[in-house]
C-alpha cells in the first residue's frame, strides 16, 4: 500500500449498497462479533468479498486492556474467522467490556495506569501468539473519566503502543467527543501521540445529549449520524502530520442514509487527506526562486 484509502464498515443492510458501489470504496471493515458464529457458507461468501476488496476485521468483544487475562476461547473464535476470510489487518479497541465474570455490554475505558499498560501488552502478546498478527488498538469515547488514572489518555495509549510494539487505530469522532466533554486541545493530543504508529483511522458521527443533572451538554459517539466538520478537519490535520499511507474507515451503524450520501462522506474523506497531504508537502520554488539558486551554484 502506497497511498491513502477510504473506505467503509460492512453492514448486511448495506451489502448490496456497497457491492455496487466498489469502484468508490477502497477498503471493508468487518465487525468481528457479527461474523464469529457465522456458518462456513456465509465465511465463504465473506472470503469471496474479501478478493474483490481489501478487508479489516474489527474486533469489540475481547476486552484486551482490561484487568483480566485475555479469554483464550474468545482468540480462538477470533483466529478462526481471520483464518476463513485472510483479512488485510484486524484491530480491537483499548476498553474492557467484563470483570469478575461480569459482562459490560459496552466499551469502557480502564484505569489509564502503567498496571493496565502492562496487562494490555501481556494480552496483546497472547493475541499474537494465537493469531499470528498484531491488532492495531484503537481508542474510544468515554463519557466518565476512568477513576484511579495516573496517566493521560494520551501517555497511556503511547505507553501501550511502545511497550507491546502494535500501531494504533486513532478514532477520531472518539478523540473529538472525548475533547468537547473533557474540555481538552484535540491538536495537543495529536501531538502527543506517535503518530507514525498510526496506519487506520476511523470517522463517524453522534449527536447532543443532556447530563442527567440537567447542567449540560454531551457530545455522544453513537454511529449513527453524519460525519461533522470538526471531524474531516481532525483528518486533515493528521494527514498534515504524517507520512506513512493512511486508511479512512466510515463507521455507521444505524439510521442508514441512502448509499450516495455514504459515498459523499466518503469523498468528504478524501479531499480532507488532500487538504493534509498539500498543507504538509514543501512549498515548490518559483521560476524566480530557481534561477537564484542556479546563480548561488555557479
Same mark, same amino acid.
Request: glycine residues 6%; aromatic residues 4%.
Given at each position: 500500500?502506497?497511498?491513502?484509502?477510504? =473506505?467503509?464498515?460492512?453492514?448486511?443492510?448495506?451489502?448490496?449498497?456497497? &457491492?455496487?458501489?466498489?469502484?468508490?470504496?477502497?477498503?471493508?471493515?468487518?465487525?468481528?462479533?457479527?461474523?464469529?458464529?457465522?456458518?462456513?457458507?456465509? +465465511?465463504?461468501?465473506? +472470503?469471496?468479498?474479501?478478493?474483490?476488496?481489501?478487508?479489516?476485521?474489527? =474486533?469489540?468483544? &475481547?476486552?484486551?486492556? $482490561?484487568?483480566?487475562?485475555?479469554?483464550? %476461547?474468545?482468540?480462538?473464535?477470533?483466529?478462526?474467522?481471520?483464518?476463513?476470510? @485472510? *483479512?488485510? !489487518?484486524?484491530? @480491537?479497541?483499548?476498553? /474492557?467490556?467484563?470483570?469478575?465474570?461480569?459482562?459490560? $455490554?459496552?466499551? !469502557?475505558?480502564?484505569?489509564?495506569?502503567?498496571?493496565?499498560?502492562?496487562?494490555?501488552? %501481556?494480552?496483546?502478546? #497472547?493475541?499474537?501468539?494465537?493469531?499470528? !498478527?498484531?491488532?492495531?488498538?484503537?481508542?474510544?469515547?468515554?463519557?466518565?473519566?476512568?477513576?484511579?488514572?495516573?496517566?493521560? @489518555?494520551?501517555?497511556?495509549?503511547?505507553?501501550?503502543?511502545?511497550?507491546?510494539?502494535?500501531?494504533?487505530?486513532?478514532?477520531?469522532?472518539?478523540?473529538?467527543?472525548?475533547?468537547?466533554? /473533557?474540555?481538552?486541545?484535540?491538536?495537543?493530543?495529536? =501531538?502527543?501521540?506517535?503518530?507514525? +504508529?498510526?496506519?487506520?483511522?476511523?470517522?463517524?458521527?453522534?449527536?447532543?445529549?443532556?447530563?442527567?443533572?440537567?447542567? $449540560?451538554?454531551?457530545?455522544?459517539?453513537?454511529?449513527?449520524?453524519?460525519?461533522?466538520?470538526?471531524?474531516?478537519?481532525?483528518?486533515?490535520?493528521?494527514?498534515?502530520?504524517?507520512?506513512?499511507?493512511?486508511?479512512?474507515? &466510515?463507521? %455507521?451503524?444505524?439510521?442508514?442514509?441512502?448509499? *450516495?450520501?455514504?459515498?459523499?462522506?466518503? @469523498? #468528504?474523506? +478524501?479531499?480532507? &487527506?488532500?487538504?493534509?497531504?498539500?498543507?504538509?508537502?514543501?512549498?515548490?520554488?518559483?521560476?524566480?526562486?530557481?534561477?537564484?539558486?542556479?546563480?548561488?551554484?555557479?
Amino acid at each position: 500500500m502506497h497511498t491513502d484509502r477510504v =473506505g467503509i464498515g460492512w453492514r448486511p443492510e448495506l451489502a448490496a449498497d456497497i &457491492l455496487s458501489s466498489l469502484d468508490q470504496i477502497d477498503v471493508l471493515e468487518l465487525v468481528a462479533s457479527s461474523s464469529v458464529q457465522a456458518s462456513r457458507r456465509e +465465511r465463504m461468501a465473506l +472470503r469471496l468479498i474479501a478478493r474483490q476488496a481489501p478487508v479489516h476485521i474489527h =474486533g469489540v468483544d &475481547l476486552g484486551l486492556a $482490561g484487568s483480566e487475562e485475555v479469554s483464550g %476461547r474468545r482468540l480462538d473464535a477470533m483466529a478462526r474467522l481471520i483464518h476463513d476470510v @485472510e *483479512p488485510e !489487518a484486524w484491530s @480491537e479497541h483499548l476498553s /474492557f467490556v467484563r470483570a469478575g465474570g461480569h459482562e459490560i $455490554g459496552h466499551l !469502557a475505558a480502564p484505569p489509564r495506569s502503567q498496571a493496565s499498560v502492562e496487562n494490555s501488552a %501481556r494480552n496483546l502478546r #497472547k493475541a499474537v501468539d494465537l493469531i499470528g !498478527a498484531q491488532p492495531a488498538m484503537e481508542n474510544i469515547a468515554t463519557l466518565i473519566q476512568p477513576p484511579c488514572s495516573t496517566l493521560s @489518555e494520551s501517555a497511556w495509549m503511547s505507553h501501550i503502543a511502545m511497550t507491546s510494539g502494535c500501531d494504533l487505530l486513532l478514532d477520531l469522532h472518539n478523540l473529538y467527543a472525548n475533547s468537547v466533554n /473533557f474540555n481538552f486541545d484535540p491538536l495537543q493530543f495529536l =501531538g502527543e501521540l506517535p503518530l507514525q +504508529r498510526v496506519r487506520t483511522i476511523h470517522i463517524a458521527g453522534g449527536r447532543w445529549i443532556t447530563s442527567p443533572e440537567g447542567h $449540560g451538554q454531551y457530545l455522544l459517539d453513537d454511529h449513527l449520524h453524519a460525519v461533522t466538520g470538526p471531524v474531516y478537519e481532525l483528518l486533515a490535520e493528521v494527514a498534515s502530520r504524517v507520512e506513512q499511507p493512511l486508511t479512512v474507515i &466510515l463507521e %455507521r451503524d444505524g439510521r442508514y442514509p441512502e448509499m *450516495p450520501l455514504l459515498l459523499e462522506e466518503l @469523498e #468528504k474523506a +478524501r479531499q480532507a &487527506l488532500h487538504t493534509g497531504r498539500q498543507r504538509a508537502a514543501p512549498t515548490q520554488p518559483t521560476n524566480a526562486d530557481a534561477m537564484v539558486l542556479a546563480c548561488h551554484r555557479r
